[in-house]
């Protein structure tokens, strides 16, 4: 085969790029500055023939550095996913009218611990804990309610749900079936990332082994029957606020992801099968040009690794798609409306990193969850980044830049010797089974807290440039109450319900369990008979164990 | 005292984020103390438990999931019930300034949010030592 030159290659990208457009227009005619001059699609620089362009290639062409489409923000902006739950159902259906209403176009799902861990509210375990870090559900009647009014064919939804992600997605397709949605229209992403709860977030309820085939079990189970559904969502964001550096972020997201494919490739899952239904999750933290090198480093890795490691041939198996959160652990408590400003750096950092979701925190989130208020000011700061200041109309434009190349090449290259390292200790599973993530995680966490405390690392109002007599703004808090009414409410349904129909398809789930059918099936009989997600999870534990930590 | 403050770092609830907690552990150590770290998901029964067990001079309690007002008088509570109200419970994690009069009325004996350095934690830690080592 000859080589490409530049000039052919470049060529060859406006052509197909011609053809995307008559399928997927773009959201103007033209996009002019304030001047009224002319923002091209795509800068490639002024010279003719640029030496590393096929190290960094073209916006939606392998290896995806510049983004996964040729048109990126020009044709459809990112998702305004905004992560919301707390208290009740109908409490957090509120909320979601309300910022579907302010101009939000995802729903992103907030589960309180309880159901996260798989405890039903009235469990000793939940005590205190009911409806605090997001919503309560217990069983299919509170999730009927979280979506009432909300239409399943023409919303896409997040949920941020690991250990009983089956559990939950089985809830979302018996709601949609109640709606007459059938799954194969329904649109969202379930994280069902357990690989990072043992190294970073802690919401985890079996042991490795039986939680990864609960995973391939939904990628092999929603292949079929949910395919517009992303069955996971890599997440770095947590590995990130556990204190990791964006390097760390990069590598032991991928190497997470590798486990995941390796794990569903071992259960005779074809990758080009389930790989384009892959996504990740991000962090966006403060040092702007790291944030968006290691966005731009992170696509291209996986591109590669799912080319040459695993032989995926489908272009959507390459294509790394994530969503971002800005850096909750960066906010402060101090000074609040500072959060603000952080918060747009970071956000405007994730949109020239070329995320396809993205979620603003809330200025007040280092104290409470966000009020009504805070959480429109963080949906704002998306809406001015994408209609107002113009970043949105060019795509990937800081590719070409000497630093964020050198920077995207640099964090590319360190996350590969990580990843071969973990590599060595056997891989992503067993490298968390001894604890080798968690240890360098805490390593720099440490280094990090030593360089705040020094002064050395500056934090605007909590390290210098202070205030004394700080007023303390109004928090959003969780109504005492809701925990008993919660409590009440899944004891009348467990009164009301067809108590035989639930033994048997628990029993069912357990002896499944114990073999090696799919459970999905078996989870969303559970479910539709209206069993909780206490008594699902128990039941696996029964067969499965619970995870002991190193 | 001859022997090196002990302290007990718990996560009481069912809250992950054990960052802080972490942290706090070591730079303890760092100053000499000796730490143990419960893990996560403890109840306030198993947290008093432990204290108890090993004797402890201190047990710090972290706590992200706003669950803080119903734990933290949960393990004062057991305390005193078992006669080992002695042990001085400080708290950490995203607490609210205002729920901080609530905790120290139920026997916390001092919050520290983010920002707090943990130096400073360590030297609250040693005055209260010393203080009710004064008292008995």
């Given at each position: 085969m000859t080589k490409r030159t530049f000039h052919d290659a470049y060529r060859e990208w406006k052509e197909k790029t011609e053809s995307f457009l008559t399928k997927f227009p773009e959201r103007k005619q033209s996009f002019v500055t304030s001047s009224g001059i002319e923002v091209d699609r795509l800068y490639v620089g002024s010279d003719e023939n640029p030496s590393d362009w096929e190290r960094i290639g073209f916006p939606g062409e392998y290896p995806f550095t510049r983004g996964i489409r040729p048109t990126m923000y020009r044709g459809r902006l990112w998702t305004m996913r905004q992560y919301a739950g707390f208290g009740s159902a109908e409490e957090t259906n509120r909320r979601f009218r309300y910022l579907l209403e302010?101009?939000?176009?995802?729903?992103?799902?907030?589960?309180?611990?309880?159901?996260?861990?798989?405890?039903?509210?009235?469990?000793?375990?939940?005590?205190?804990?009911?409806?605090?870090?997001?919503?309560?559900?217990?069983?299919?009647?509170?999730?009927?309610?979280?979506?009432?009014?909300?239409?399943?064919?023409?919303?896409?939804?997040?949920?941020?749900?690991?250990?009983?992600?089956?559990?939950?997605?089985?809830?979302?397709?018996?709601?949609?079936?109640?709606?007459?949605?059938?799954?194969?229209?329904?649109?969202?992403?379930?994280?069902?990332?357990?690989?990072?709860?043992?190294?970073?977030?802690?919401?985890?309820?079996?042991?490795?082994?039986?939680?990864?085939?609960?995973?391939?079990?939904?990628?092999?189970?929603?292949?079929?029957?949910?395919?517009?559904?992303?069955?996971?969502?890599?997440?770095?964001?947590?590995?990130?606020?556990?204190?990791?550096?964006?390097?760390?972020?990069?590598?032991?997201?991928?190497?997470?992801?590798?486990?995941?494919?390796?794990?569903?490739?071992?259960?005779?899952?074809?990758?080009?099968?389930?790989?384009?239904r892959l996504s990740f999750f991000f962090n966006a933290h403060n040092h702007f040009f790291e944030e968006i090198a290691k966005f731009r480093a992170a696509r291209r890795l996986w591109a590669r690794i799912m080319r040459e490691r695993f032989g995926a041939r489908d272009p959507r198996s390459w294509q790394l798609r994530f969503h971002t959160q800005t850096g909750g652990s960066t906010l402060t408590a101090q000074q609040p409306d500072n959060n603000i400003v952080r918060v747009t750096l970071q956000a405007l950092a994730a949109v020239l990193g070329g995320t396809q979701s993205l979620h603003t925190n809330a200025r007040d989130e280092a104290l409470a969850l966000p009020t009504e208020e805070s959480a429109r000011i963080a949906l704002r700061t998306q809406q001015i980044i994408a209609y107002e200041c113009g970043v949105a109309d060019t795509v990937d434009p800081l590719g070409g830049s000497y630093f964020v190349e050198a920077l995207t090449d640099r964090i590319e290259e360190e996350a590969v010797r990580y990843i071969q390292k973990i590599d060595d200790l056997g891989g992503a599973v067993s490298a968390v089974e001894q604890g080798y993530m968690q240890r360098e995680i805490h390593r720099v966490a440490l280094e990090t807290q030593r360089r705040i405390e020094s002064g050395e690392e500056v934090v605007v109002g909590m390290n210098r440039f202070r205030l004394e007599d700080e007023p303390q703004p109004p928090l959003h808090r969780v109504d005492p109450a809701l925990e008993r009414k919660q409590v009440e409410r899944v004891q009348a349904l467990r009164a009301r319900r067809d108590g035989q129909r639930v033994q048997e398809t628990l029993a069912a789930l357990k002896r499944a369990a114990e073999g090696t059918d799919n459970l999905m099936p078996h989870i969303l009989a559970c479910v539709k008979a209206y069993a909780t997600v206490g008594e699902i999870c128990h039941a696996l534990r029964d067969v499965f164990g619970e995870y002991q930590p190193v | 005292m001859n022997r090196p403050i002990r302290v007990l770092v718990a996560k009481p609830g069912l809250d992950g984020h054990d960052r802080g907690a972490l942290i706090i552990a070591q730079a303890l150590r760092d100053e000499g103390m000796e730490v143990i770290y419960t893990g996560l998901r403890q109840s306030p029964a198993q947290i008093v438990a432990t204290a108890i067990q090993e004797d402890v001079d201190v047990i710090g309690l972290s706590c992200l999931s706003g669950a803080h007002n119903e734990l933290f008088p949960e393990v004062t509570r057991l305390l005193k019930e078992q006669g080992a109200d002695d042990i001085i419970v400080i708290g950490g994690g995203v607490i609210p300034q205002e729920d901080i009069p609530f905790l120290k009325q139920h026997g916390i004996a001092e919050v520290f949010t983010s920002g707090t350095t943990t130096r400073e934690t360590a030297e609250f830690i040693r005055q209260a030592v010393k203080a009710r080592e004064a008292q008995t």
């Open positions: 302010q101009g939000q176009t995802g729903l992103s799902v907030a589960f309180d611990l309880p159901t996260q861990i798989g405890y039903d509210s009235d469990d000793p375990m939940a005590k205190g804990e009911v409806g605090k870090v997001g919503v309560a559900i217990d069983s299919l009647e509170d999730m009927e309610r979280l979506l009432e009014g909300i239409p399943l064919d023409q919303v896409s939804t997040s949920m941020t749900i690991n250990a009983p992600a089956s559990v939950l997605l089985a809830m979302y397709i018996a709601v949609g079936e109640k709606q007459g949605v059938p799954s194969h229209q329904l649109r969202g992403t379930i994280q069902n990332d357990i690989l990072k709860e043992y190294i970073a977030r802690g919401t985890y309820i079996f042991p490795p082994q039986p939680s990864m085939r609960l995973i391939t079990d939904v990628f092999a189970y929603s292949a079929e029957h949910v395919p517009k559904w992303n069955t996971i969502s890599i997440s770095g964001y947590h590995i990130r606020e556990a204190g990791s550096t964006a390097v760390q972020e990069v590598a032991f997201t991928l190497a997470n992801g590798i486990a995941y494919v390796e794990a569903a490739v071992k259960a005779g899952l074809d990758v080009d099968q389930f790989a384009p | -």
